[in-house]
């Protein structure tokens, strides 16, 4: 199978988007500002309107986009907090947000998700992390914390264009302690006992994690 022909066949499937989210596909695609691709977008959208949360984390905000995908399955009461650290990013994702009528249901938080993360009490139904790949797992006990049982954890771009398949000896040597983190993070996800994980290979990859609830064996131990 031809995953380029397969990406366009399914790419022929989705509705349009949104004026706006065509604006800043477009603004994204000319600015190299990353932003999840079109497949990851339907895919995150299908698990919001799947688990229909009230309080959704998002670590990463960029321009704004997949917190604007997400609000279009977010449940009328809900509401979701977005982090991000770069200031020249947070005036247009706020921009984004306020033509988006979304202002009243997106709160915006600035700076270092490690201490963002930290400050938050959660819990929150369903977190998305779209950050910088080699935070992850020092990230990792503080979205544990702030998971809800039963909450969702995604997590995007685990196959960081297909190079987590490589040997640490096959990767750039300035990317190895990046490829190293990511590795060990998704071997926690997939054997920590709190955590119950899915490899997905959409888009370059996607992590879907839900926080296990306690059960009574192991609540009277």
């Excluded at 309107?49 to 009461?77: F, H, Q, V, W």
Aim: with cysteine; glycine share 6%; hydrophobic share 40%.
């Amino acid at each position: 199978m031809d995953p380029e022909r397969l990406q366009a066949y399914l790419h022929s499937l989705e509705l349009d988007t949104s004026p706006l989210l065509r604006e800043m596909e477009a603004h994204a695609a000319e600015q190299r500002i990353p932003i999840v691709r079109k497949e990851t977008a339907a895919f995150l959208k299908t698990l919001v309107a799947l688990k229909n949360p009230r309080e959704i984390l998002e670590i990463g905000t960029a321009i704004g986009y997949s917190a604007l995908r997400m609000c279009e399955a977010l449940r009328g009461d809900g509401h979701l907090t977005t982090i991000e650290k770069w200031e020249k990013r947070i005036p247009e994702a706020q921009e984004n947000f306020r033509r988006a009528g979304e202002l009243h249901r997106i709160t915006l938080l600035t700076g270092d998700a490690a201490e963002v993360l930290r400050a938050l009490a959660g819990p929150y139904d369903f977190i998305f992390l779209d950050a910088a790949k080699g935070q992850y797992l020092a990230l990792l006990p503080e979205l544990e914390r702030l998971t809800a049982p039963g909450g969702v954890l995604v997590t995007d771009n685990i196959f960081q264009d297909g190079t987590i398949l490589e040997s640490r000896y096959a990767v750039r040597r300035r990317d190895r302690t990046i490829h190293a983190r990511l590795r060990e993070y998704l071997y926690q996800l997939k054997h920590r006992r709190e955590w119950e994980t899915a490899l997905v290979p959409v888009g370059d990859g996607v992590a879907v994690s839900v926080r296990k609830r306690e059960t009574s064996e192991e609540t009277s131990i």
